[in-house]
């Protein structure tokens, strides 16, 4: 079992930047890809940015160029970077993790979530 806890989450204005932290704990010995996604209130889950074990990254056309995803293996953490935030990224986001690796963000690719942390962007 894998344990995934995020931190970071707050409300900014727009342009504003934030920097999301997710945790792992448990069974990470053999490596994990990451990932993060994010849910806005009634609409489905979507993937924001993805990383594996050899740093190979993917981002939704929706953040490339705003947002960085990054990780410290040596600490079982995994970062999420945001800049130039806008009201649209307002969602709660979930740090996701799975023992494979799939260049498509798909939440049924993940097998462990964190409970997820609370971005909120005002204009």
């Known amino acids: 079992l894998v344990q995934l806890v995020e931190s970071g989450g707050g409300s900014v204005q727009s342009g504003g930047s934030l920097r999301l932290s997710c945790a792992a704990s448990?069974?990470?010995?053999?490596?994990?890809?990451m990932a993060w996604f994010r849910q806005a209130p009634g609409k489905e889950r979507e993937g924001v940015a993805g990383i594996n074990m050899g740093g190979e990254v993917v981002y939704s056309d929706s953040v490339k160029g705003r947002f960085t995803i990054s990780q410290d293996n040596a600490a079982n953490t995994l970062y999420l970077q945001m800049n130039s935030l806008k009201p649209e990224d307002t969602a709660m986001y979930y740090c996701?993790?799975?023992?494979?690796?799939?260049?498509?963000?798909?939440?049924?690719?993940?097998?462990?979530w964190g409970q997820g942390t609370q971005v909120t962007v005002s204009s």
């Open positions: 448990g069974d990470t010995a053999n490596g994990l890809s």
């Open positions: 996701a993790a799975d023992p494979a690796w799939r260049q498509k963000l798909r939440h049924y690719n993940y097998r462990y």
